[in-house]
């Protein structure tokens, strides 16, 4: 299932995404929330007359590094042992057809398509067998990073956490299972041209590690996003640029870079 959240004539809710085509989508509307039981209330909207948000508000997005060989090569950096995490904000969520505001003080913006996995319920020290069941679903995140500021402040709050920094999107897909989700391709375009592909097959830590590695250190709690890294080939960004991310089975996460204002 395809799960949105979107409002609509001022109201904001949840909904299941059915039909094929683009331009056929429909949103059944969802009575409660998704994380709990919840039934289908029959009443049905068009996809095209709602506005889509971020599929969830999370608590907190922890983000993995370095976790594909190939990009941590190309930008000079070794591959870790173990996974290696840090924090994007809340505020930094925004959603499909979302404006990613270019800071003020950086001049080198790149894009990172990522894999998210969405957290399903409250958990802390998950064995790796039963990370299945803490696992919601899965949909798309773009890592936008200030990399000059990175490379200049050496740790990444600024870099990567600052305002529009981390689309979520469109939907969160609940129908992968984890084998499923660990061999998707990624890929990201800008204006339309092809700037990164890869799978998720590519991943140094898989989602199993990841989940069991912060849970370790700390309580999920539901609506809670993990990013699992970008493959190779991340870039820079400007104004006016439309960034794309698209992952197999999932489907497109859009956003156009503005200046902040």
Same mark, same amino acid.
């Given at each position: 299932?395809?799960?949105?959240?979107?409002?609509?004539?001022?109201?904001?809710?949840?909904?299941?995404?059915?039909? &094929?085509?683009?331009?056929?989508?429909?949103? &059944?509307?969802?009575?409660?929330?998704?994380?709990?039981?919840?039934?289908?209330?029959?009443?049905? @909207?068009?996809?095209?007359?709602?506005?889509?948000?971020?599929?969830?508000?999370?608590?907190?997005?922890?983000?993995?590094?370095?976790?594909?060989?190939?990009?941590?090569?190309?930008?000079?950096?070794?591959?870790?042992?173990?996974?290696?995490?840090?924090?994007?904000?809340?505020?930094?969520?925004?959603?499909?057809?979302?404006?990613?505001?270019?800071?003020?003080?950086?001049?080198?913006?790149?894009?990172? /398509?990522?894999?998210?996995?969405?957290?399903?319920?409250?958990?802390?020290?998950?064995?790796?067998?039963?990370?299945?069941?803490?696992?919601?679903?899965?949909?798309?995140?773009?890592?936008?990073?200030?990399? &000059? @500021?990175?490379?200049?402040?050496?740790?990444?709050?600024?870099?990567?956490?600052?305002?529009?920094?981390?689309?979520?999107?469109?939907?969160?897909?609940?129908?992968?299972?984890?084998?499923?989700?660990?061999?998707?391709?990624?890929?990201?375009? @800008?204006?339309?041209?092809?700037?990164?592909?890869?799978?998720?097959?590519?991943?140094?830590?898989?989602?199993?590690?990841?989940?069991?590695?912060?849970?370790?250190?700390?309580?999920?709690?539901?609506?809670?996003?993990?990013?699992?890294?970008?493959? /190779?080939?991340?870039?820079?960004?400007?104004?006016?640029?439309?960034?794309?991310?698209?992952?197999?089975?999932?489907?497109?996460?859009?956003?156009? @870079?503005?200046?902040?204002?």
């Amino acid at each position: 299932m395809r799960i949105a959240r979107f409002s609509i004539d001022g109201n904001v809710a949840f909904g299941a995404v059915e039909g &094929d085509r683009p331009d056929e989508l429909v949103l &059944d509307i969802i009575k409660g929330i998704p994380f709990a039981e919840f039934e289908l209330s029959g009443t049905k @909207v068009p996809l095209s007359k709602v506005r889509l948000l971020p599929p969830v508000l999370p608590n907190k997005v922890v983000a993995f590094g370095r976790n594909y060989a190939e990009h941590a090569r190309e930008l000079g950096n070794e591959v870790p042992d173990a996974p290696f995490a840090f924090f994007k904000p809340s505020t930094a969520v925004i959603g499909p057809g979302d404006e990613i505001q270019y800071p003020s003080f950086t001049e080198d913006l790149h894009h990172e /398509a990522e894999l998210a996995v969405v957290i399903g319920r409250m958990c802390r020290e998950v064995p790796r067998e039963r990370v299945k069941d803490v696992v919601f679903g899965f949909t798309c995140a773009n890592d936008i990073t200030a990399r &000059d @500021v990175q490379k200049r402040e050496k740790q990444w709050a600024r870099a990567k956490g600052f305002d529009s920094s981390c689309p979520l999107g469109p939907w969160v897909e609940t129908g992968l299972d984890l084998q499923a989700a660990s061999d998707l391709t990624i890929q990201l375009t @800008v204006n339309g041209e092809q700037r990164q592909l890869g799978r998720t097959s590519e991943m140094i830590h898989c989602i199993e590690d990841l989940i069991v590695n912060i849970t370790e250190a700390m309580t999920l709690l539901p609506g809670d996003v993990i990013l699992t890294g970008t493959p /190779a080939g991340v870039g820079p960004l400007n104004v006016g640029d439309e960034v794309a991310v698209t992952i197999e089975g999932i489907g497109t996460l859009t956003n156009k @870079v503005v200046k902040r204002g």
